[in-house]
DNA sequence: GAATCATTCAATCAATAAATTGAATGATGA
DNA sequence: TCATCATTCAATTTATTGATTGAATGATTC
């Protein structure tokens, strides 16, 4: 019999193993905006339902998204845990070590946005103070599953129109999936086009509320 | 040509690609104890030396470790950077969603230790008040090649005809190179049964590194 | 510079994982 | 109960990864 502690690093492996492919990664960051559907997730991430399936059954293996039967349909979720945690270490360290990743993120991201983020916390603060303006430029189904109380919802491509709903004279916070959601960099850059003040929120949404910040699941913030 | 997102994710998954062997993951294990040539690895891992080689490239390819060359070997460490933060994400939420994991490490690990271990902090301010005996049970050259200061080197093998040398008034730290290293909870084990009062550092000696503590690399606290 | 040693490379075979296809399951609603 | 729909399963093909072997490289010592 293997030692306990190679028996350990096969559990560590068995689980580094799953988040060792792409998809699964991109799975996850959908699951981790609300529950989906298994066909909603395959048509998301461009993969064919049976293969989705059977990534998310090896998320589910690993402890990394939860399931449940609605009807016909199976939803997945987001499971508890230090999930995120862990990915963000996964980014942090990757960002730091690896040259290509520093290139990608700032190519097709800080290119589009050279400002700082905002924090949570400042959000938060803002938030309390009644001082806040917060976009969210999700689809309207991600938004309707939960999103930054009193938060405006207007879908990136519906944001060129709409641009009367917002303020010029206050400082909007946009945010969108996450830490590479290209969403909110662009809706950043669109409105500083536009002249209005806008930075974006550090991370997305996943990582507002695994932090233990409010949220909101009833209708968008709009009459 | 993919997306940013995409190409972001590859990167993590090929990173978290390389983490998912358990071979690789005791080579980190020792290769974060100091350099190591590739021999010296194969055989503490029982790996072939070509397949360490290889298991090492990849490490270095992933950024996890670095590599120098020093006459006829060339010898591994650790790579700087947020490494063993990253590991210890993988462990805690392995520890907390995978039952097998509790389970071995309930077994095989606290069955021998069920006391708190106590923190790094803990022995820092000890150590700082001089009030510390820390015991380190790890093989001699890998004490020489680096000890929390003042530790006394008794390897694990000669513990029991080394009782003399250890105080039975004061409280005994030991640690070992990890968190799932055995060395220490047998040696906890042992000692208590012989009426020492003596308690397990949290984590092992790379940990200690790692949070910025002092070390020593001088030849054993032992005259 | 020839011999020796440690490591890496290259080629091979075995094992494992991914994607695709079509059939099976389980729930719904006519 | 039968037809329908979403998901999963099972079987297959393809691609990737791991281990082994022996040769090649690079550095040392005689």
């Not at 350990?8 to 959908?30: D, K, M, N, S, T």
């Not at 730091?96 to 290139?103: C, D, L």
């Not at 700032?106 to 806040?132: M, N, Q, V």
Request: net charge positive.
């Amino acid at each position: 019999m293997a030692s306990a502690k190679i028996q350990i690093f096969e559990q560590f492996a068995e689980l580094a193993r799953v988040l060792g492919h792409a998809h699964r990664l991109e799975l996850i960051e959908y699951v981790s905006q609300g529950e989906r559907s298994v066909e909603r997730l395959a048509q998301l991430t461009g993969l064919s339902v049976a293969n989705a399936s059977q990534h998310l059954q090896q998320l589910r293996r690993g402890g990394f998204v939860q399931s449940r039967r609605d009807g016909k349909r199976v939803l997945y979720r987001l499971a508890d845990g230090p999930i995120l945690s862990l990915l963000s270490a996964l980014r942090s360290y990757a960002e730091r070590n690896r040259a290509e990743v520093g290139k990608i993120v700032s190519d097709y991201f800080h290119r589009l946005d050279e400002l700082e983020p905002i924090s949570r916390k400042e959000l938060a603060r803002r938030l309390k103070a009644g001082t806040a303006v917060v976009l969210d430029v999700r689809p309207e189904d991600e938004f309707a599953l939960g999103h930054v109380p009193g938060a405006l919802n207007i879908p990136m491509d519906k944001l060129k129109r709409r641009l009367a709903e917002l303020p010029k004279d206050r400082e909007i916070v946009a945010y969108c999936r996450g830490a590479y959601c290209v969403l909110s960099f662009e809706a950043v850059a669109l409105l500083r086009k536009q002249g209005f003040l806008v930075r974006r929120l550090e991370d997305g949404l996943p990582e507002w509320k695994a932090a233990g910040h409010a949220m909101e699941t009833s209708p968008p913030g709009q009459p």
